[in-house]
């Protein structure tokens, strides 16, 4: 009877609900393997835009604008990732281009490697934390072997650090749309980054874009240049020349504006209204004879300037400019000195700028400001030329990409040899620290040196050689004394030393790329459930369905 008792209150017990109703659930290894097969999709998608022989991608975003790339960040930030946990390789890209700058396809297939070769391992059994744990001693491994062999290039010698920032430049470019000009871009960018002071902001190099030309007419200009704003006509009747001109900036607006809508003035006659308004053009007249009194020649301003004032300011051999972009106004007082004011009131010489030398010049259909011999800050713009949007606007990421590179290259001075050179030698350094250690960790160890395999194989792949032959050439030539730097050579279908070859890549590059791959890998094998809320009624779209299916209420037809 007791027995019976026990078993009957056991099956009273209620049932816990913990979660939200619809809330969905999934772990265990089934959910681990879900999530690197999750990634592994995510890496398929860009795999094929690695190297100097890698593919476009031309994606379409839900508005209808249409990119063309081949960069690993600009593409993932276009997938539209929801897979929670695919979304780190989106992260560990985004993270890459701004660290470094290149290289983002790189981390991406790293990352999704560590996860292939690790896949067998969890399906076996295997702990995840025990795969983690010999993955980062194996990436601990891979670094204090980048630092030990890479090259330093010294600091003092001017001639031999310019080459070296023209070779990372140029294999940086060499995988990029624009790889045919990589010669005379990467010169434009090393010579864009000396330019900048010691701190090297990357906010210093501003980058304009003019539909029409060649690409060999892009230009760099030694100082700050913004294209020309909207003006009135009196603007034709201004000088559009100076040599050490006085600049005011201001955020304030040279025009008489109507009154708002709510706004009520009461009158007696028409004296009252006649004063009223000479009042208005008094204030105006006010403003614009102290800013000529001030002495500047050239009066930039972030609100309008209307057609009184550039009447005015032409009467007076004065240049203006309104509605000029923020940043491009910030700059140019970095560079020339002065302050934006929001008043008239006190321009006294400590608020105004100067530069040696201003001119408005024509560069294609449009006509730029261009300021040069700026005494402030040390500063250029890049002018780009080409036909279609997409063409330029991909040109723009691949010089930002190599601009981050030169810059990483000048604070860190060593290199390494790219082409999948370091990755190979590290390949073949864990495989024989593998083989002095036992237990779990030594295959562990052999997978992750097979994952790094992924970066030459891809490259094969994408010139469409023989991969398995190819890795067996690399393989022998690495095993052999002096061998360390030898890599695929895209152009002659071959194995060649890449440092001879002056492909070079920052050795920072490697490091930061091993390192969040790894990171990526190890947090994504450390998840072993998922929890996803249902979607709450507030968050559903307009019509109360997903999908934005509209609900049948009152007044909707059966």
């Not at 056991?10 to 265990?28: A, F, N, R, V, Y």
């Not at 001109?245 to 006649?274: G, H």
């Not at 994408?462 to 890795?471: C, E, P, Q, T, V």
Request: contains cysteine; charged residues 25%.
């Amino acid at each position: 009877w007791s027995l019976d008792c026990c078993l009957s209150f056991k099956m009273m017990q209620p049932q816990i609900i913990l979660l939200q109703e619809g809330t969905d659930t999934s772990q265990g290894k089934g959910q681990l393997i879900s999530n690197i097969n999750a990634c592994q999709v995510v890496v398929d998608a860009i795999r094929t835009t690695l190297g100097p022989r890698g593919m476009d991608k031309l994606i379409v975003d839900k508005n209808g604008k249409t990119v063309i790339s081949n960069d690993g960040a600009t593409i993932v930030n276009l997938l539209d990732i929801v897979h929670p946990a695919a979304h780190t390789l989106a992260d560990i890209a985004k993270s890459q281009d701004a660290e470094v700058g290149d290289g983002t396809t790189s981390v991406v297939l790293l990352a999704g490697e560590f996860l292939t070769q690790a896949k067998p391992f969890v399906e076996e059994g295997v702990h995840p934390l025990t795969i983690a744990r010999s993955f980062r001693k194996a990436t601990s491994l891979a670094v204090s072997r980048i630092n030990e062999i890479a090259i330093k290039v010294k600091r003092d010698n001017l001639e031999e650090q310019r080459t070296m920032l023209l070779k990372c430049a140029a294999t940086s470019l060499s995988s990029k749309l624009i790889s045919h000009q990589k010669n005379f871009f990467s010169k434009m960018v090393v010579d864009a980054v000396m330019l900048l002071d010691d701190l090297l902001p990357l906010n210093m190099i501003g980058i304009k874009k003019v539909h029409g030309g060649s690409l060999e007419e892009s230009r760099l200009i030694d100082g700050v240049a913004f294209k020309k704003t909207f003006s009135y006509a009196g603007f034709e009747m201004q000088p559009k020349h100076y040599k050490q001109p006085k600049m005011v900036l201001l955020n304030i607006e040279l025009e008489l504006k109507s009154e708002r809508d709510n706004a009520e003035i009461r009158i007696d006659n028409v004296e009252e209204y006649q004063s009223i308004v000479d009042a208005e053009w008094t204030i105006l007249y006010d403003k614009l004879q102290k800013i000529v009194d001030s002495g500047a020649k050239v009066v930039l301003s972030k609100l309008p300037i209307g057609d009184v004032a550039t009447q005015f300011f032409a009467d007076r051999d004065v240049f203006c400019a309104g509605r000029v972009v923020d940043d491009d106004l910030k700059r140019t007082m970095k560079a020339c000195g002065g302050s934006i004011q929001t008043t008239v009131n006190d321009l006294s010489p400590s608020v105004l700028g100067t530069c040696a030398d201003f001119r408005e010049e024509q560069i294609g259909g449009d006509r730029y400001n261009i300021f040069t011999g700026c005494p402030q800050a040390r500063t250029c713009t890049l002018i780009l030329r080409g036909g279609a949007e997409q063409f330029i606007e991909e040109t723009e990421r691949s010089l930002h990409d190599a601009i981050m590179i030169v810059r990483r290259a000048l604070r860190n001075d060593s290199v390494v040899a790219g082409g999948g050179a370091i990755e190979m030698e590290l390949s073949r350094y864990l495989r024989e620290h593998a083989r002095t250690i036992a237990g779990k960790s030594q295959l562990l160890i052999s997978a992750y040196a097979r994952a790094l395999e992924v970066i030459p194989r891809q490259l094969c792949e994408n010139a469409g050689f023989d991969a398995i032959n190819m890795l067996d050439k690399l393989r022998y030539q690495h095993s052999k004394e002096g061998g360390v730097w030898y890599g695929v050579d895209i152009m002659k279908e071959d194995v060649v030393d890449n440092f001879d070859s002056f492909v070079w890549e920052p050795s920072i590059m490697k490091v930061n790329a091993l390192t969040a791959a790894s990171e990526a890998a190890c947090l994504i094998l450390s998840v072993d459930e998922t929890i996803k809320h249902a979607q709450s009624q507030q968050d559903l779209p307009p019509g109360g369905m997903p999908g934005g299916m509209p609900g049948r209420g009152r007044g909707r037809p059966m």
